[in-house]
């Protein structure tokens, strides 16, 4: 393998912000420096956010919205201040629209089970892509099964982005919502979603939008696309693990039932029955998770410090320069459009090697400290749509290098020169 480098992150965002990020800093046991290209799974944390909840837990660590003392004062007074800065991180107009939860995941089951349960009779039909993670797959299946319905999925086109016709010809009168990822976690395709919502709209369709890989990548306006409802996640926003968010407009969420049931989403209870709290805590029942959805918030405010704009335009430099590399390797094959066909797309590129296994592949760029992803990223159709079981994924971030780039691609071709060795 290549020899390890040290990496100049001199004059570019990275430089600005690796000094944030205190797990980027560390060595393997060899002394080689992480590389880390695995954005798209997961986000590391800056400093701002770690600090964030050592300062909750330290200092106001409290139930929210039960309590008469300061700590609870103080701990719900962060706690709403999150949600306030979630809302205006995505363009809403209105706090009480956005809803916490564990994860993305849990909030479309919100709107599977809540509003598709109540809304969805036998026939109706269910619009999704090929390309959709598993989270935007299976609840939906379980709402078909159970309420008797359609499941269509639209194709994608040679170029690995979403077949917009084949989505006009799926789209009809029956059609109640349309469930869509805006970036696809492999193919790294954006979406038409303002286009998309148009045509949902004039069949009297619903659009929900799965925006995990596009929140911490480029600004979202919820109003400018024109969608009735959103869904994130905190821990691919620089955020911590184990809470997530619903936007959905405040008409729809006023006619959903509640999720779940218990503490903190009722009003009123009795023996016999109970009364819902206003939105959104008639979503949020029991203890929420607290110190999450503040660190959330603060990682939603070291996004914005930085720029989504600044932060796009240099993904995408870096993005080109992955792609061009990546391109000279024989026997490589890309999932997704290349920059050259999209040049707005994510900042990730999956790929498959000719007769060497993703898994192969990655467990050796371990061995020189370099983080990729293999599998079949939760999307078993899409990956079975290109007659694969798994695919490798390299995914950068702002704190991404040029060097790590050039790193990588290094020790990715003298891995595959290894495999092919002893063929």
């Known amino acids: 393998m290549a020899q390890s480098l040290v990496f100049d992150t001199s004059n570019s965002l990275a430089n600005l912000t690796r000094p944030d990020f205190p797990i980027l800093l560390q060595t393997n046991d060899e002394g080689k420096p992480l590389v880390y290209l695995d954005?798209?799974?997961?986000?590391?944390?800056?400093?701002?956010?770690?600090?964030?909840?050592?300062?909750?837990y330290s200092y106001s660590n409290a139930n929210v919205h039960r309590g008469a003392h300061q700590l609870s004062n103080r701990a719900t007074e962060a706690f709403?201040?999150?949600?306030?800065?979630?809302?205006?991180?995505?363009?809403?107009?209105?706090?009480?629209?956005?809803?916490?939860?564990?994860?993305?995941?849990?909030?479309?089951?919100?709107?599977?089970?809540?509003w598709g349960n109540f809304n969805l009779k036998e026939g109706d039909e269910i619009l999704l892509t090929?390309?959709?993670?598993?989270?935007?797959?299976?609840?939906?299946?379980?709402?078909?099964?159970?309420?008797?319905?359609?499941?269509?999925?639209?194709?994608?086109?040679?170029?690995?982005?979403?077949?917009?016709?084949?989505?006009?010809?799926?789209?009809?009168?029956?059609?109640?919502?349309?469930?869509?990822?805006?970036?696809?976690?492999?193919?790294g395709c954006i979406n038409p979603i303002h286009e998309i919502s148009l045509l949902a709209h004039k069949v009297g369709a619903l659009i929900l939008?799965?925006?995990?890989?596009?929140?911490?990548?480029?600004?979202?306006?919820?109003?400018?696309?024109?969608i009735d409802a959103l869904v994130g996640s905190s821990h691919k926003l620089c955020g911590p693990t184990g809470v997530g968010f619903l936007w959905a407009r405040e008409?729809?969420?006023?006619?959903?039932?509640?999720?779940?049931?218990?503490?903190?989403?009722?009003?009123?209870?009795?023996?016999?029955y109970s009364t819902w709290s206003k939105l959104p805590h008639k979503f949020e029942a029991g203890t929420p998770p607290i110190g999450e959805a503040i660190g959330m918030g603060a990682a939603i405010n070291y996004l914005q410090y930085i720029g989504l704009i600044r932060i796009r335009d240099y993904e995408k430099k870096l993005t080109k320069l992955l792609f061009d590399q990546l391109s000279s390797i024989d026997g490589l094959t890309f999932l997704g459009p290349t920059p050259l066909k999209q040049p707005n797309r994510a900042?990730?590129?999956?790929?498959?090697?000719?007769?060497?296994?993703?898994?192969?592949?990655?467990?050796?760029?371990?061995?020189s400290a370099i983080c990729i992803r293999s599998?079949?990223?939760?999307?078993?159709?899409?990956?079975?749509?290109?007659?694969?079981?798994?695919?490798?994924?390299?995914?950068?971030?702002?704190?991404?290098?040029?060097?790590?780039?050039?790193?990588?691609?290094?020790?990715?071709?003298?891995?595959?020169?290894?495999?092919?060795?002893?063929?």
Request: charged share 20%; net charge negative; hydrophobic share 40%.
């Open 251 to 272: 008409n729809i969420l006023d006619c959903m039932p509640p999720f779940l049931g218990g503490g903190e989403m009722i009003q009123d209870v009795f023996l016999n």
């Open 347 to 367: 900042a990730l590129a999956s790929f498959s090697i000719q007769d060497i296994h993703a898994n192969d592949i990655a467990a050796l760029l371990d061995t």
């Open 209 to 226: 939008v799965d925006a995990c890989q596009s929140l911490a990548h480029l600004p979202i306006d919820v109003n400018k696309l024109q």
């Open 80 to 114: 709403e201040s999150a949600r306030e800065i979630t809302a205006r991180f995505i363009g809403a107009t209105n706090s009480s629209e956005i809803v916490f939860t564990r994860n993305a995941t849990e909030a479309i089951n919100l709107m599977a089970h809540s």
């Open 375 to 423: 599998g079949h990223h939760c999307t078993q159709p899409l990956h079975r749509y290109y007659g694969i079981t798994a695919s490798a994924r390299a995914s950068l971030s702002f704190t991404t290098t040029i060097e790590e780039i050039n790193f990588f691609i290094e020790e990715l071709t003298e891995t595959i020169k290894f495999f092919r060795k002893y063929k």
């Open 130 to 187: 090929v390309m959709e993670h598993h989270s935007n797959l299976i609840p939906w299946q379980i709402l078909a099964a159970r309420n008797n319905c359609i499941l269509r999925h639209v194709g994608i086109t040679d170029d690995g982005e979403l077949d917009i016709e084949d989505f006009k010809k799926q789209l009809n009168e029956r059609t109640k919502i349309v469930s869509m990822v805006h970036i696809s976690n492999v193919l």
């Open 39 to 56: 954005h798209a799974a997961t986000s590391q944390k800056p400093y701002q956010v770690l600090e964030a909840l050592r300062y909750y």
